[in-house]
Structures are given as C-alpha cells and as structure tokens.
C-alpha cells in the first residue's frame, strides 16, 4: 500500500483521483487545500489529515518523511494550471512521485525545469492523459496503424462543454491562470489526436475568445478541424436542452463513440502508473507544445476545407 498526498482536494476533478488512490488499494494520509470544502473525503478516507495552509501541509509532509512507515510515495495534484510547476517541484522535492493532471505546466521550457527537477530528486513526475486508456481511442488507434494507406484521414473534433457565469469568475475564467480555453479544456484532445495520428505537422489557429477556440491540425495520418467551446449556444440543435456536453469525433464521417467510461478512466490512469507503465514529461510535451502554439497564434481566415463547420456562425 503506498502513502498519498492530494493537492487541490477541493476541486472538480480532485474526487476522481481520491477514488483511484482508493480503488487502487493505496491510502489517501493527507490532503490540501485552500478551501474546506472537502467532506468528500469522509467517504473515501476519514482518517487523512486536512490542511489549508501550504506551510503546514508541506511541514506535516516533513515529518512523515522521518519514518520509512509513514513517509509519503505519492502527491497527486490537482490544484489550479498556473499552480502545477509550483507544486510538482513540491512534490518532488519531498521525494514523492507526483502524478498530475492536465496541463501538466503551460510551456515547453517549464517541461524542461521540471525534467531538472527530477534528475536532481531521483524522482518522476506522470501526467493523466486519459483519453490514451479510452477503448474507443485504443481501437482507433490500432485501426489506424494497421492501415496501409498513403492519404490522410479527414477528422472533425468537437468539445462543447458549457459552463455557466461562475465559470468566468473563477480562476478557470482568467487566462493567466487556466492558460484559455484551448489549453484548459483541449489539451488532453490534442494529446490523442498526436496519440493516434502521429507527430504534428501544421497548426493553424481560425478563431478565439473567452468562449471558445477553433483551428486545423495537420498530423502525419490525418487532417483535423477542431472546435472547443465553454457556451450552450454552441450546442447543436440535436441535443440543445437535453444535455450540456457535447463531444464528436469524427473520422472519414465515422463517429468515434467515446462520451461514455470517463469516470473511470482516472482508476485506469492510476493503475498503469503504478505499475510503472505511466505517461510522463516525454509523452506530455507533444500536447504542451500543441497548445503553446496556439495561444501564440494569431488567428488566420480559414484555406477552403480547413474550417470546422461551427464556425460558420462566426464573422471571420
């Protein structure tokens, strides 16, 4: 059984991870945050320690480190994207592994300190990216590579994931912090996309604001119009009032079903990394690089056949 620390234990996506350290077989001995409300813990590990002050997180982590017994294997943050770097190189420093969410750090050269960071501690530093466990995505995948085909395939990617007024208030709503839409809710799709298709070859940016992002990737084995969108007016007509997400792949005008097994996909995540098979800073850096791109990007009017189909609605 390994020890784990949790960084952000008052986030969104924080239970997934209490729920993969437990289903794991592994014990949730302490958790951080600047906010308490965390009752969720109760249900996975009511003895974990509690604080909300970094000092004496980091400070109770210290002593624990004094008895081989008690000493923590593992911090898993997910704590707010500008913060990441700040608290892997914690992690780290403590000893521990740190298994992350994404993005892992906004830039490539961040990528480059924290490969520092770990040859200086003997320590590793895994990212979740998720979707390279989906079935769906594993299947497309292998398809793929057994093709023996020399055109690219034609694939459309949409997320419309929508958020209400607290989302823009938040510190998902200011780009200093969530590195923009793009970044925030794309980068694990950009990350399979490379997953399935290869290395990146062209990254053209149509469209952004505070809303939303649109572009065209150019992988070894496909083309790609992309659409990511945090507004229920971006819904399409088929599901407006029935649901508030919407995701699509489609490839050669194929849907690639993967909305479903989500939740569990963390499980999955946690299971390859302890059995020493986790994604690290060298598979991260791919989609880091795809998303720093971006947001330097200047929007360009779309080459004819290269534009997503939700961005007709949009004066470009």
């Known amino acids: 059984m390994k020890y784990f620390a949790l960084i952000g234990a008052a986030g969104y996506i924080a239970p997934r991870h209490m729920k993969a350290i437990k289903e794991t077989g592994n014990h949730l001995a302490v958790a951080y945050d600047i906010n308490d409300s965390v009752g969720i813990i109760d249900s996975v590990s009511p003895d974990s320690e509690f604080f909300t002050e970094f000092e004496r997180f980091q400070e109770h982590a210290w002593q624990r480190r004094r008895d081989p017994y008690t000493a923590l294997d593992y911090v898993a943050v997910c704590s707010p994207n500008h913060l990441h770097h700040a608290h892997i190189t914690a992690g780290l420093r403590l000893g521990c592994d740190v298994i992350c969410e994404k993005p892992l750090v906004p830039t490539p050269a961040l990528l480059d300190e924290l490969e520092r960071v770990e040859q200086e501690t003997g320590k590793r530093v895994y990212n979740i990216l998720q979707l390279r466990h989906h079935p769906s995505i594993l299947e497309l995948r292998e398809r793929v590579a057994a093709e023996a085909r020399h055109d690219k395939h034609d694939v459309e990617l949409t997320y419309i994931t929508s958020r209400g007024k607290w989302y823009h208030e938040s510190w998902k709503g200011d780009p200093r912090k969530s590195f923009g839409v793009a970044t925030n809710i794309g980068v694990h799709f950009f990350d399979m996309l490379h997953f399935v298709f290869g290395d990146l070859e062209r990254n053209v ?108 609605r949009f004066a470009l």
């Open 205 to 312: 940016l149509h469209y952004a604001d505070e809303h939303r992002a649109a572009g065209y990737l150019e992988y070894e084995k496909a083309r790609v119009r992309w659409f990511l969108s945090i507004d229920a007016n971006d819904l399409p007509s088929s599901v407006e009032g029935q649901q508030t997400t919407y995701r699509s792949i489609l490839c050669e005008g194929r849907e690639i079903e993967f909305s479903g097994g989500f939740t569990d996909l963390h499980t999955v995540s946690y299971r390859e990394i302890l059995a020493g098979r986790g994604y690290g800073i060298a598979q991260a850096r791919h989609c880091i690089e795809t998303v720093d791109a971006i947001r330097g990007a200047t929007p360009e009017r779309p080459v004819t056949g290269e534009a997503h189909p939700c961005l007709n």
